[in-house]
């Protein structure tokens, strides 16, 4: 371990081979596992998990209570994956005990400067937050989500996987996979086809997808009668499977596409 000695670490945190800087504090309930680096005067407190290999830069507040005025003081816990990159002024919080109790964050994402996620939240893998990106408490983000800088994305709404919102935008509502939302409040502009290029997508399945989109989001039909079209004239596929359980299982309604 490589520990500046200006850092005020509990003797019970349990930290594996690390890297902590000068003025960072360690509270007591703080377990950190191999080859992640703490920059100097970070806050990693509450009942906080980190993995393996993560940065974490300087003035970054993990672990801290929730912003939530029924929190008082339970042993609510944080959660945090392997190879994440979390950078100045990031604020992470635990969960609540009238939520699931526990933010969790997956793996290999990056936190710009300034973005918070609240209690209860679920970040999934290999995301993007730009700066002062932010969450409020119950949101979900799925793997490969985009989110752009200065965003807001409302209690229990949803990110869907490899969607990209972006900077600015206000989403009140959910944001299905592979979709490109923009504005206040957001609104569908197309799928992300960019990002779905990116991580492999044939053209063939970037076309089934933008068949779907439009049957969805921009045909007469209404959604329950769309869904039906999509699954009677769109051949059995993963991602459109999922696409459609996105939109059935959403609670506060998806985002409509813009006129």
């Not at 044939?202 to 045909?219: G, H, N, P, V």
């Amino acid at each position: 371990m490589n520990i500046h000695p200006t850092a005020i670490i509990s003797p019970s945190a349990k930290l594996g081979d690390v890297e902590i800087g000068p003025y960072t504090v360690i509270g007591p309930n703080v377990c950190i596992d191999d080859g992640t680096v703490i920059g100097p005067s970070a806050v990693i407190d509450g009942h906080t998990t980190i993995g393996r290999n993560n940065k974490i830069f300087q003035f970054s507040s993990l672990g801290s209570p929730p912003q939530d005025l029924k929190y008082k003081n339970e042993p609510t816990r944080l959660v945090i994956g392997d190879n994440n990159i979390i950078r100045e002024h990031v604020v992470i919080n635990p969960g609540t005990p009238t939520g699931r109790t526990i933010t969790t964050i997956g793996s290999k994402n990056l936190f710009m400067i300034g973005s918070h996620v609240a209690h209860d939240c679920i970040v999934g893998d290999e995301t993007v937050f730009a700066n002062n990106a932010t969450l409020a408490g119950h949101v979900t983000v799925e793997s490969m989500a985009i989110l752009g800088g200065l965003i807001a994305v409302h209690q229990f709404a949803r990110i869907g996987r490899l969607a990209m919102v972006g900077g600015g935008a206000m989403a009140t509502m959910d944001v299905p996979p592979f979709a490109v939302a923009s504005g206040d409040r957001a609104k569908l502009y197309g799928i992300n086809i960019i990002g779905l290029r990116r991580r492999g997508y044939t053209k063939e399945k970037i076309l089934l997808i933008e068949k779907a989109f439009r049957l969805l989001f921009r045909s007469n039909y209404s959604l329950a009668d769309a869904i039906k079209k999509v699954q009677d004239e769109i051949q059995p596929d993963p991602d459109i499977r999922y696409l459609i359980e996105f939109i059935q299982t959403s609670k506060r309604g998806v985002c409509r596409y813009r006129l």
